[in-house]
């Protein structure tokens, strides 16, 4: 199986240059989110030029208002939406509809109902994103370095294309692959060296996991 990549939470140009080079098959850019690597949409635009025609480049939204999505159709043209937050299905197929762009529809993962409710959002999106449930009270909804039971994924009926995040490192990439057969692995902090700051050597030893080369 030809496992691909996404590199999320990118903010600088030698990060972009480090993904590219190695082989990342998306490269995610947070956008609208609390987090310490959200960039403006037009440093999200600016950043992800590099990557077009190369790789995927997905804008990472938390519940974005329209004004906001529009910004970011216009400046950066992301190949994906990444909804992250509590949007709805209908939200979800709406904004593809009125936008042109493709969405990720990301979930936090700590039970079998936390994945019976994905379910909802088939044919709503295009692909969906299995991440670690973010700690209670937890304000950022992502990129915490935390990782969810994989044995949950065996028993649930997966779609054909989805992602797994949460807690992925260059040390357990392989045996992400190997235990839950996810066609995409989606790493942010596991190849950092500090929060938003990308550790090139990471980057390329965690594509050699994933890739199995």
Request: glycine share 8%; aromatic share 6%.
């Amino acid at each position: 199986m030809d496992t691909k990549v996404k590199i999320c939470g990118l903010t600088r140009p030698e990060d972009v240059q480090a993904a590219i080079a190695y082989g990342a098959d998306y490269l995610g850019f947070i956008v609208q989110a609390k987090s310490a690597r959200k960039l403006l949409v037009s440093q999200a635009a600016k950043l992800s030029l590099p990557a077009k025609g190369t790789a995927k480049t997905v804008a990472v939204t938390v519940n974005a208002d329209d004004y906001i999505i529009t910004a970011i159709a216009a400046l950066m043209q992301p190949d994906y939406i990444q909804l992250h937050g509590d949007e709805s299905p209908q939200r979800a197929a709406e904004i593809t509809k009125r936008f042109g762009i493709k969405t990720i529809k990301a979930f936090g993962i700590s039970t079998p109902t936390d994945m019976m409710k994905s379910e909802a959002y088939t044919g709503a999106v295009d692909f969906m994103l299995y991440d670690a449930k973010a700690p209670k009270g937890e304000a950022v909804r992502g990129g915490h370095g935390l990782s969810f039971d994989w044995t949950i994924l065996q028993n649930a009926p997966l779609p054909k294309i989805w992602a797994l995040a949460g807690g992925l490192t260059p040390e357990n990439a392989a045996e992400a692959v190997v235990r839950t057969n996810a066609p995409i692995l989606d790493v942010s902090s596991g190849v950092e060296a500090a929060a938003g700051i990308k550790d090139a050597r990471k980057i390329q030893a965690f594509m050699k996991a994933a890739k199995g080369n």
